[in-house]
């Protein structure tokens, strides 16, 4: 199985700044990679896909990059909205694990 | 509007079953993959199922093998999850949702509402 690890597992960050999340995978070479929101109560919402493809509708500001092991979903100028627990998830092989997810507050 | 809605959550004893559902609405659910997903509280989101457009090829997590089966019925736009020999960590919310490959897009991009199973005697 890949083991998909966060870093870091909660941020706070002021509105504005750039955020970074990361997403390591054990093994192997992953192109399949999304990235979820997911806000108290609700269900996950996909913001990128294909490990830097922008869902439809998401805002601009969201991006995703990376390759091999190691993927990045940056949030440029933090706004309010964007709290919520992220996710990264790989698609290439079964089972299609998550990371452990990383909570993203306002200071 | 594409639409996911599941069905059939509750509360059910450890060593029973329970069959939770997905109605679908708005696309063509007879040609996209679909998958669970759930969330025990305040965890984190765990992949647990997986079935092709035909049913032909059909994937689980370890922890849910051999007691969980996965079934569709694309006449009726619906997905199924029966559950059996339920434990205590099977309680969580259940998330259907739909997988966008047939679209360039191989990610969960559709969504259901979640319903709650909650395994306790």
């Known amino acids: 199985d890949i083991q998909l690890t966060q870093s870091p597992s909660f941020l706070s960050a002021s509105v504005g700044d750039r955020v970074t999340i990361t997403c390591r995978a054990s093994?192997?070479?992953?192109?399949?990679v999304a990235w979820y929101q997911q806000k108290p109560g609700k269900a996950p919402k996909l913001l990128i896909y294909?490990?830097?493809t922008l869902q439809s509708a998401v805002p601009s500001r969201f991006s995703g990059s990376g390759s091999g092991t190691e993927f990045t979903l940056t949030i440029n100028s933090l706004q309010p909205e964007d709290i919520a627990t992220y996710y990264c998830?790989?698609?290439?092989?079964?089972?299609?694990?998550f990371g452990q997810g990383t909570k993203v507050d306002i200071k | 509007e594409e639409e996911l809605v599941e069905s059939g959550g509750g509360l059910v004893k450890p060593g029973g079953s329970l069959r939770i559902s997905c109605a679908a609405s708005g696309f063509t659910f007879s040609t996209y993959r679909m998958d669970w997903v759930r969330q025990a509280p305040g965890k984190g989101l765990e992949w647990i199922s997986s079935i092709s457009f035909s049913s032909s090829f059909i994937y689980y997590a370890d922890s849910v093998k051999g007691r969980f089966t996965v079934s569709r019925d694309n006449a009726e736009n619906s997905l199924h999850l029966q559950m059996n020999a339920v434990r205590a960590e099977d309680t969580a919310v259940y998330y259907c949702?739909?997988?966008?490959?047939?679209?360039?897009?191989?990610?969960?991009?559709?969504w259901g509402q979640g319903t709650l199973v909650t395994v306790s005697s």
């Open positions: 294909g490990v830097s």
């Open positions: 949702a739909r997988d966008g490959a047939v679209d360039g897009a191989r990610a969960l991009n559709i």
């Open positions: 998830q790989q698609l290439d092989i079964y089972p299609r694990t």
């Open positions: 093994q192997g070479s992953c192109s399949y």
